[in-house]
């Protein structure tokens, strides 16, 4: 549950068992297993790798990295991760907070045919190792502050398919210059210019 490695703060690495499975509250309200992961592992800034046994139906790991079992969701990266990342293009989902304070991580990539990607709120949130990320090309729906207190980003490139864009994204990136949309602008895009965010025609200041 939430808080469940609370103050264990030499914790470096952990294997979860692969019977790990959600489970039911009194209420009836079912909960996940991780209960979203950020919440289980918060505040444990020198765990750098999670383990999970092979066979489980629930979980999996990728590099340290805990996802579905399936891959088709990113839940959690721990804190003490260090160095790049690459997202499995089988992944449509990266959870709220998912690489939330990962300061050790030095890029994130994504492998080429990635499915409709959603990213949730606070993704990347305090990332301040990365300094430029490209979104695949079929990313679709970008979180409030996914990328906020990335201090050392530099440039981002979004999908053409993204077509909201919310301040908070990009709040507190001082080194941020650019902010591009692949394939070019099609309606539905952005145009940054000069240090502003405008739609895609020009006409609105986002």
């Given amino acids: 549950g939430a808080g469940a490695f609370s103050g264990a703060n030499g914790l470096t690495g952990i294997t979860i068992p692969k019977r790990l499975a959600p489970y ?35 979980y999996a790991d990728v590099d340290g990295i805990v996802y579905t079992a399936d891959l088709s ?7 003490g991760y ?8 089988s992944v449509t989902r990266i959870n709220d907070k998912a690489f939330y304070g990962c300061v050790g991580v030095s890029e994130i990539s994504f492998v080429g045919g990635s499915l409709d990607l959603v990213i949730g709120e606070s993704a990347f949130a305090g990332c301040e190792g990365i300094t430029s990320i490209t ?11 996914a990328f906020a207190g990335c201090t050392a980003l530099e440039s981002i490139t979004l ?7 919310d301040s908070s994204m990009i709040e507190n990136c001082p080194a941020l210059k650019s902010i591009e949309v692949a394939g070019g602008v099609d309606g539905s895009g952005f145009f940054y210019d000069n240090g502003a965010l405008y739609s895609a025609d020009k006409t609105t200041l986002v």
Wanted: charged residues 15%.
């Fill in 24 to 58: 039911t509250r009194i209420s009836g309200e079912t909960v996940s297993g991780l209960e979203g992961g950020a919440s289980v592992f918060s505040g444990i800034s020198a765990l750098g790798s999670i383990s999970i046994e092979d066979g489980g139906s629930h």
């Fill in 159 to 165: 999908s053409k398919h993204i077509n909201k864009f």
């Fill in 73 to 79: 969701e990113l839940i959690f990266c721990p804190a």
């Fill in 82 to 89: 260090v160095g790049a990342v690459s997202i499995p293009a």
């Fill in 135 to 145: 979104l695949p090309e079929n990313a679709k729906s970008l979180g409030k502050s």
